[in-house]
């Protein structure tokens, strides 16, 4: 489903990935965790074509997303993202803010647009706020919006970068059962997180970012329960403190 | 005397009708410098956000126009037209010295609007496919228009009352007819006051509009 081999990535003088090899196949979960700067939201970006790369390639769907010929509009559609800041439009009702994309993107009948982003919202738990605007919700709803979004383009994968590092602690739980249902649904996802509990829980391999590079990367239960590389061993300490 | 009074008469109901059709022409000038700058000076705002260097170069000559006094901008391009070989009427020369100077403020209205908007926004409209446009469209436009649309109406406000420098050039609009007037009647006081209240009368709905329709945007 996704494949990257040898992606490299700088900013200006920065590098921030330094051969990144991974496979992500169809229905997998895949956690992402290292510590700040170690260019896993960047990874995010990268396969979402928001930023350009220098070195190596991004296969999403057998479409190489940085190949020159590559719409990625049309790319995008079949990868919803979900950001650290859920980003709702505030000019837009809970449901026009589902449903924009499906109208003008996916060019459906408004009609329609309407019915998948009514059926995404209740399907993320806000089908009783179809009306209300953005800022009548709290965080961890309108990240759940975010979701509900996304989901409305009907990707084929998704890409949660951070998604509840943003949230008031005792909201995190309502976006993670989210992700959760997601995962449950067997829907592709890359999350970039400082979750561990929901990493080792959900996950079927966690990848460790250090310095650019994967680190290591195993089931949850062998990276967490034993952990090879020095530099995780020392991350799983500090996190757990 | 008989020659006194064809030198000075009072101010008659003929000379309101005269003054109305002034405002007009003050309110024709400042619509069409407002909407065509508008137009311009929102596509010189994308132009500023889209890179340092654009915003370097572009901003500077903004600057300029923004910081030469009006008046002084109408006596050099209406005198310096014909030497390029533009034959301008005033209305023409003094218009589009307006739209120049508003489409200058409107810039930075537009930028300031882009900006507020912010890239995470956009980047989240990207990631939900929507194209440059789309994002600029449905997303960019309606959130950047409520954060600055005070500021816009401000500049639109401004354009109307300065388009009376526009009178120096010779065009009859509100003010030169103010100062036909004067001269004739010698009732300065007069005359002023019911300039001054029809300048009024062609802000205040505007001022009126705007304020509705931000409260509505605000609900």
């Known amino acids: ?241 | 005397m008989e020659s006194s009074s064809t030198y000075f008469s009072g101010f008659s109901l003929n000379d309101l009708w005269y003054l109305g059709e002034a405002a007009l022409r003050t309110l024709w000038i400042s619509v069409l410098a407002i909407s065509i700058g508008s137009v311009i000076g929102i596509f010189l705002g994308l132009a500023l956000s889209v890179s340092r260097v654009v915003a370097f170069t572009l901003g500077t000559i903004l600057d300029i126009f923004r910081s030469v006094p009006l008046i002084i901008q109408l006596v050099l391009f209406f005198n310096f037209a014909p030497i390029i070989g533009l034959r301008l009427n005033p209305f023409e020369a003094g218009l589009i010295v307006l739209i120049v100077y508003t489409s200058c403020y409107v810039a930075n209205v537009a930028r300031g609007g882009i900006e507020a908007v912010g890239q995470p926004m956009r980047r989240a409209a990207r990631s939900l496919g929507m194209n440059y446009w789309q994002d600029l469209r449905y997303v960019v436009w309606p959130i950047g228009l409520r954060a600055v649309f005070p500021a816009w109406v401000g500049v639109a406000l401004g354009v109307l009352k300065d388009s009376a420098l526009v009178s120096i050039l010779g065009y009859v609009e509100l003010l030169k007819a103010s100062q036909i007037l004067m001269t004739r009647t010698q009732e300065a006081i007069l005359i002023l006051s019911i300039a001054g209240a029809f300048y009024f009368a062609l802000s205040y709905p505007i001022s009126y509009y705007a304020t509705r329709l931000e409260q509505r945007w605000s609900q």
């Open chain 1, 1 to 241: 489903m996704i494949k990257i081999s040898n992606l490299y990535k700088s900013y200006d003088d920065l590098e921030v990935l330094k051969g990144i090899n991974l496979n992500v196949s169809k229905g997998e979960v895949l956690s992402v965790i290292g510590s700040s700067g170690s260019g896993k939201s960047t990874l995010l970006y990268c396969i979402n074509g928001l930023e350009p790369i220098q070195q190596g390639q991004i296969i999403v769907d057998d479409i190489d997303v940085h190949a020159s010929d590559t719409n990625l509009n049309s790319v995008r559609q079949n990868m919803g993202m979900v950001f650290q800041q859920w980003n709702s439009f505030p000019h837009l009702t809970v449901l026009e803010n589902v449903a924009l994309a499906p109208r003008i993107v996916s060019k459906l009948p408004k009609a329609q647009a309407l019915e998948i982003a009514e059926k995404q919202l209740r399907h993320v738990g806000l089908g009783d706020k179809l009306s209300k605007y953005p800022s009548a919700l709290s965080g961890g709803q309108q990240q759940r919006l975010a979701i509900a979004r996304a989901l409305a383009m009907e990707p084929k994968c998704m890409l949660f970068d951070e998604a509840t590092s943003a949230l008031d602690p005792e909201l995190v739980g309502e976006v993670l059962d989210t992700i959760r249902l997601l995962a449950e649904e067997g829907m592709t996802m890359i999350c970039v997180t400082h979750e561990m509990g929901f990493a080792r829980e959900v996950s079927d391999r966690v990848a460790f970012f250090h310095e650019g590079v994967i680190e290591e990367i195993n089931q949850p239960e062998e990276l967490f329960g034993a952990p090879k590389s020095v530099y995780l061993q020392k991350f799983l300490s500090k996190v757990k403190k």
